[in-house]
């Protein structure tokens, strides 16, 4: 079970815009912890996305978009193409357990 | 570009020890980013191991912090991940990565799966 909560799968039609949640608590992302976001593709290294709950690394296009408000975080992807197919992971930090604590991952579809 | 690779045995006996290297290139291992490790059982969430800064600082889960030791080598730019008395639970998909932010992994390495098992 993991610390955030983050439904298992979403999907969408390429162009599309899906949104991926993550729900944490007061000891986590409620507490303004930072909120980090991963790519996951199978057979590739893991792919960051977004820091500090909005902000893109350079190369990262600008069709992902990170947001934060209360004890939850979201992950949009605007205008859904066939490579954005992957598992997505978010991460923040619980200072009761004193870690990291990363989301359980959603599967992203394409159709 | 910063790139890691992890390396090391696929296969673990239980009680004995996992040891885990991860090769940095195009990055200093000296440099101002902590060096990190995560993992993966099969078909569950990720969990964080602890990192290491280039100083030797550690970071450690406190629910492996007992059985885990990490290290830096500069003089091979790379840094090592050793977990004893494993056991089948340890069993896992194990990521090195590196971040500059207080627990992010801006790279990744693509991970390697060590099973424990007789």
């Known amino acids: 079970q993991s610390v955030l909560t983050q439904p298992p799968s979403v999907s969408g039609a390429p162009g599309q815009r899906v949104s991926i949640s993550c729900t944490g608590s007061s000891s986590n992302i409620g507490a303004g912890y930072d909120v980090q976001w991963y790519q996951f593709v199978p057979g590739v290294a893991p792919k960051f996305l977004i820091y500090g709950d909005s902000k893109r690394p350079s190369g990262v296009p600008e069709r992902f978009s990170g947001s934060k408000s209360g004890t939850s975080a979201s992950l949009a992807i605007n205008g859904l193409q066939a490579e954005d197919e992957a598992n997505y992971y978010c991460q923040s930090y619980d200072r009761s357990l004193s870690i990291s604590v990363f989301g359980g991952g959603t599967k992203l579809t394409v159709l | 570009q910063v790139q890691l690779q992890e390396s090391g045995p696929g296969l673990v006996k239980p009680s004995g020890t996992l040891s885990l290297t991860c090769a940095v290139s195009g990055y200093s291992i000296s440099s101002s980013n902590w060096w990190r490790w995560v993992r993966q059982p099969p078909g569950k969430g990720l969990e964080w191991i602890g990192e290491?800064?280039?100083?030797?600082?550690?970071n450690y889960n406190p629910s492996l912090k007992s059985r885990v030791t990490m290290s830096v080598d500069k003089s091979k730019n790379e840094f090592s991940l050793n977990l004893n008395s494993v056991i089948a639970a340890d069993t896992a998909v194990y990521y090195c990565?590196?971040?500059?932010?207080?627990?992010?992994?801006?790279?990744w390495g693509q991970g390697t799966l060590v099973t424990v098992s007789s």
């Open positions: 990565g590196c971040g500059s932010g207080a627990f992010s992994l801006d790279y």
């Open positions: 290491i800064y280039h100083s030797g600082t550690t």
